[in-house]
């Protein structure tokens, strides 16, 4: 299902589109406060500029940028960030995910801090979005082998 | 035995449905969605949380714990699809 074949076309147009994908995919993480958008949106586009590279090229090519154990461990870090945020809040003395406290640790007031513990938050649905967008197309379109022509 | 799923899922659809007259009407100002937390949400959210967006304040503040489950949610999904489809390269 998963071949490397020659259409300079397809390839060319989706070499030259996947960097204008994750850089609209980061601004709708980053400018979810501002526009509709945030993590999950952003981690889905994220994730689509991945799999455009698999079915242009193939899986070898995005195994180079992006490996089986580093995308796995996104996945969880993701996760990760989120509760560990929430977290932090807890230890400097606010509820779970009670952004406000953070102004303790970061130099803003604290209703800006609410908006940065938001963005962290953001960054990292992002991130284990992303991570598994890829992990299931990858898993599903080869069969769980992780390699190209796995089903024909 | 047909006979009586039908028979239970019109019952329950015409239940239903009856029970969609009783919602109140499209952007009804006083309907219980609109009055109780909304009001402040619209109102205090841009001088609490500094978020012009009211969903991503809702949804990554005011309920973030909801949104964190979310996300367990998609990671979980995630670890069972690699947990249920990896196989090694010589199987």
């Given at each position: 299902m998963i071949k490397d074949f020659d259409n300079i076309i397809i390839k060319t147009v989706c070499r030259i589109l996947t960097p204008f994908l994750q850089i609209f995919a980061l601004y709708v993480i980053a400018h979810g406060h501002y526009s509709p958008g945030g993590g999950f949106q952003g981690g889905c586009i994220l994730g689509a500029s991945f799999i455009l590279l698999v079915i242009a090229y193939d899986i070898d090519t995005v195994k180079k940028r992006m490996s089986e154990k580093l995308n796995t461990v996104m996945c969880s870090l993701g996760v990760i960030i989120y509760a560990g945020i929430g977290l932090t809040c807890l230890i400097l003395?606010?509820?779970?995910?009670?952004?406000?406290?953070?102004h303790r640790v970061l130099p803003v007031d604290a209703v800006k801090a609410r908006a940065m513990g938001t963005l962290g938050i953001e960054i990292g649905v992002g991130i284990t979005v992303m991570s598994v967008m890829i992990s299931i197309f990858l898993n599903i379109a080869s069969g769980g082998k992780h390699e190209e022509g796995a089903i024909d | 035995m047909k006979v009586f799923a039908l028979i239970a899922v019109i019952i329950t659809g015409a239940a239903l449905i009856y029970s969609t007259f009783e919602m109140p009407d499209?952007?009804?100002?006083?309907?219980p969605a609109n009055t109780h937390v909304s009001p402040r949400y619209i109102e205090s959210s841009i001088k609490e949380?500094?978020?012009?967006n009211i969903v991503t304040s809702v949804l990554a503040d005011y309920r973030g714990y909801d949104t964190l489950g979310e996300t367990t949610v998609i990671f979980t999904a995630g670890m069972v699809c690699i947990l249920l489809l990896r196989s090694k390269k010589d199987d």
């Open positions: 003395g606010a509820n779970y995910l009670d952004y406000g406290i953070l | 499209w952007g009804d100002a006083g309907s949380t500094a978020t012009p």
